[in-house]
């Protein structure tokens, strides 16, 4: 367990370098839109996004070379070669990539639109029991080690990468793929290498009980018996980003869940949210979603 501390470690010397950038196009918070296709499927190298966020559809996350930590469920856990996550839509979470292992960093992603796959798995009742378990929102993100299987997991992965590439991501071979992941996947998820020590995962659970209300950072450092600036540069050196930044991104995410699932007009969205002003809310979340709040929701109406 050394090396795990290690890790931990040298990101306390990178990620203060790394706060959230939400200017350019490709950095708005919901960062995958499958429009009318059920699934999308990829394989890469190199970069990582080092900001929290959230996707309204699955996110399977194979970490196939590079090693890191990631941020989900309030919790940081080690990245690296033959881990799996499975993020439930509007899963915050984040990847951080380790220094000196951004070049190397490769791995496999899938997002899909788990309503229409799970259709698709109607003759196929433990499997759709199973993604709909893993897709529903009140779940925490899945992790697994399949390290051994990685030779199988690969070939598997090439196959539907020229599969799905020539045929767009057709939701009959997308549910073929998700069946096959489903059958290797071990019966319980690791949480042997939480790392439980860090100050940001307080935080972010505290934030988790109140962040519908007023924050006050004398309150949470008064919660947590530590000094304000004390909780506020820790947290700012073990995620990359302030306290109010991932204050402000779980906010806007609790908005685009009422604005898609519930009646309610903008400005009980914006008060509902923790927003004290409905101006702020409205100008925060277009410069974070790229839409209004009204245009996010004609997009789903």
């Given at each position: 367990m050394k090396w795990l501390f290690n890790l931990w470690e040298s990101f306390q010397n990178i990620l203060k370098y790394c706060p959230m950038n939400s200017s350019t196009p490709n950095d708005f918070l919901e960062l995958v839109s499958l429009n009318e296709r059920a699934a999308s499927f990829s394989r890469l190298r190199a970069n990582s996004v080092r900001y929290h966020h959230w996707h309204q559809c699955l996110e399977i996350l194979y970490i196939e070379a590079g090693y890191g930590i990631i941020a989900v469920n309030n919790q940081q856990y080690t990245m690296r070669p033959g881990r799996?996550?499975?993020?439930?839509?509007?899963?915050?979470?984040?990847?951080?990539?380790?220094?000196?292992?951004?070049?190397?960093?490769?791995?496999?992603?899938?997002?899909?639109?788990?309503?229409?796959?799970?259709?698709?798995?109607?003759?196929?009742?433990?499997?759709?029991?199973?993604?709909?378990?893993?897709?529903?929102?009140?779940?925490?993100?899945?992790?697994?080690?399949?390290?051994?299987?990685?030779?199988?997991?690969?070939?598997?992965?090439?196959?539907?990468?020229?599969?799905?590439?020539?045929?767009?991501?057709?939701?009959?071979?997308?549910?073929?793929?998700?069946?096959?992941?489903?059958?290797?996947?071990?019966?319980?998820?690791?949480?042997?290498?939480?790392?439980?020590?860090?100050?940001?995962?307080?935080?972010?659970?505290?934030?988790?009980?109140?962040?519908?209300?007023?924050?006050?950072?004398?309150?949470?450092?008064?919660?947590?018996?530590?000094?304000?600036?004390?909780?506020?540069?820790?947290?700012?050196?073990?995620?990359?980003?302030?306290?109010?930044?991932?204050?402000?991104?779980?906010?806007?995410?609790?908005?685009?869940?009422?604005?898609r699932d519930s009646r309610l007009n903008v400005q009980d969205i914006s008060a509902e949210s923790g927003f004290s002003d409905t101006a702020y809310f409205i100008s925060s979340f277009k410069k974070r979603i790229g839409k209004t709040p009204l245009q996010y929701r004609k997009g789903y109406a």
């Open positions: 799996l996550f499975i993020f439930p839509p509007f899963k915050l979470h984040k990847v951080m990539v380790a220094d000196g292992q951004n070049d190397r960093y490769q791995r496999t992603i899938i997002h899909v639109d788990n309503v229409v796959i799970i259709h698709y798995l109607r003759d196929f009742p433990r499997y759709q029991a199973q993604l709909a378990q893993l897709s529903h929102r009140q779940s925490a993100a899945a992790v697994y080690d399949i390290a051994e299987l990685h030779p199988v997991i690969d070939a598997i992965f090439n196959k539907y990468n020229d599969i799905l590439n020539f045929d767009s991501c057709n939701p009959e071979n997308i549910s073929c793929l998700l069946m096959q992941l489903l059958t290797f996947l071990p019966a319980h998820n690791v949480n042997s290498e939480v790392l439980q020590s860090s100050l940001s995962a307080k935080v972010m659970q505290w934030i988790e009980d109140n962040y519908r209300g007023k924050f006050n950072l004398d309150t949470l450092a008064l919660h947590l018996g530590l000094s304000r600036s004390y909780v506020s540069r820790r947290f700012h050196k073990e995620t990359g980003e302030p306290i109010n930044e991932y204050l402000l991104t779980r906010r806007i995410r609790l908005a685009c869940e009422l604005l």
